[in-house]
């Protein structure tokens, strides 16, 4: 089984952006523990939305974890990409969103994830590849 991790903007800065809701640890380092049997795990970021797309309509994968970061909130063009694929995704997000900024509480993604999980943290991540992997 082959999963795709996406994150989107501003996903590179983790472990230096808002470590108080983000933590302290960067993504690479979190990734780089991370195994699960009889999964290859892929990693891509980008801060540009085209490319986020791009990857979502990639054909060699099996399941997608997104976290799209502040494009959860304003991005149709992620939406109709997630919509248009058969790969099943799973939207998450390292801090509680409903529980931050109200422009945060509306997600375009959630209505076309098979689910979503908010606020574990990088835990957050294991869970969606755990669930996708069943």
Do not use: W
């Not at 990734?31 to 791009?54: H, T």
């Not at 939207?91 to 098979?114: D, K």
Request: charged residues 20%; hydrophobic residues 40%.
């Amino acid at each position: 089984m082959n999963i795709l991790i996406i994150n989107g903007p501003n996903l590179n800065l983790l472990g230096k952006r808002k470590p108080e809701v983000y933590g302290n640890e960067s993504f690479e380092s979190y990734f780089d523990r991370m195994k699960v049997d009889g999964v290859a795990l892929s990693y891509f970021q980008s801060n540009i939305e085209g490319e986020i797309i791009d990857a979502i309509q990639r054909e060699d994968i099996d399941g997608i974890v997104l976290n799209a970061g502040a494009y959860t909130h304003t991005s149709i063009g992620i939406r109709d990409a997630i919509e248009a694929v058969d790969t099943p995704v799973v939207e998450v997000h390292i801090s509680n969103v409903c529980n931050r900024e109200s422009f945060r509480h509306t997600s375009y993604i959630t209505p076309v994830c098979v689910g979503s999980i908010l606020g574990l943290g990088l835990k957050g991540y294991d869970l969606a590849i755990e669930y996708l992997k069943s």
